[in-house]
């Protein structure tokens, strides 16, 4: 069960598209694959470093010739990797008409631009998928591209509104559009000024009146304590010294 997820999982390169057949050394006995990375065990087994690593997990023998496997014991060998590296293989598109051929180590270089890459077209809502030499072409009638101005006026065309954009129409609409806001937020400014200034002439009043009547309540007051201190003066001399 384990074994086909090993295969497709960590597998090496596939035989088929190599332009000449690959030794049988270069196989690695786990995927079947040409060696990735290559690693040798004590037993001088050599197999893709992942198919190893995740076959010792299970047990700690060579698939090969079940003798003891020390998974600290295996080494890359650097000069096979370079090897197979340069070893000749065509584009995994040539199905699809790719004809190029190149070492291996290219292989990730030329699928970064490789003509006949099934992409998605990168324009935001569009779900077609093309090969990378027919984008152009698609992105002329993509209902979902889009693009900035390329005159810098900041409006974001799509095909549909591309053939009738003019800058300076469309730059004078924003223009008297962003005025209509200024004068709807200054009048609704002025609006609140006059209402702040009607609380704080009401406020005004309250606090004159306010003070008024503090006045009054002083006097009061006043009137009171001198009343009393004529009544009482004795009394609270004494109590003062009490304490
Ligand atoms: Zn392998
Ligand atoms: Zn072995
Ligand atoms: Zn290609
Ligand atoms: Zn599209
Ligand atoms: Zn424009």
Redesign the pocket.
């Known amino acids: 069960m384990a074994d086909p997820e090993l295969s497709t999982q960590s597998g090496g390169y596939d035989v088929e598209l190599f332009l000449d057949t690959p030794d049988y050394d270069l196989i690695c006995t786990i995927c079947q694959g040409v060696l990735r990375c290559p690693v040798r065990a004590a037993c001088q087994h050599i197999f893709c470093k992942k198919c190893i690593l995740q076959w010792l997990k299970r047990q700690e023998t060579c698939p090969c010739c079940r003798k003891p496997v020390n998974p600290s014991l295996i080494f890359v060998m650097f000069k096979l990797s370079k090897a197979i590296g340069r070893m000749k293989i065509k584009c995994k598109n040539d199905i699809r008409g790719c004809a190029e051929t190149f070492p291996l180590s290219e292989q990730y270089c030329h699928n970064m631009s490789c003509q006949y890459e099934l992409i998605s077209c990168p324009y935001q809502g569009c779900r077609a998928q093309l090969l990378r030499r027919d984008l152009d072409t698609h992105a002329r009638h993509c209902e979902h591209w889009r693009q900035p101005?390329h005159?810098g006026?900041g409006?974001i065309l799509s095909h549909r509104t591309q053939s009738q954009?003019n800058?300076y129409k469309?730059l004078k609409q924003e223009y008297e559009a962003r005025q209509r806001s200024h004068r709807a937020i200054a009048t609704a400014l002025q609006r609140k000024m006059r209402r702040m200034q009607s609380t704080m002439a009401h406020m005004k009043r309250q606090i004159g009146l306010i003070c008024d009547s503090l006045e009054v309540m002083d006097d009061l007051q006043e009137a009171e304590e001198e009343e009393l201190g004529e009544s009482s003066s004795s009394s609270s001399g004494t109590s003062g010294s009490n304490t």
Do not use: E, F, I, N
Request: glycine share 0%.
């Open positions: 101005c005159m006026c409006t954009h800058c469309q």
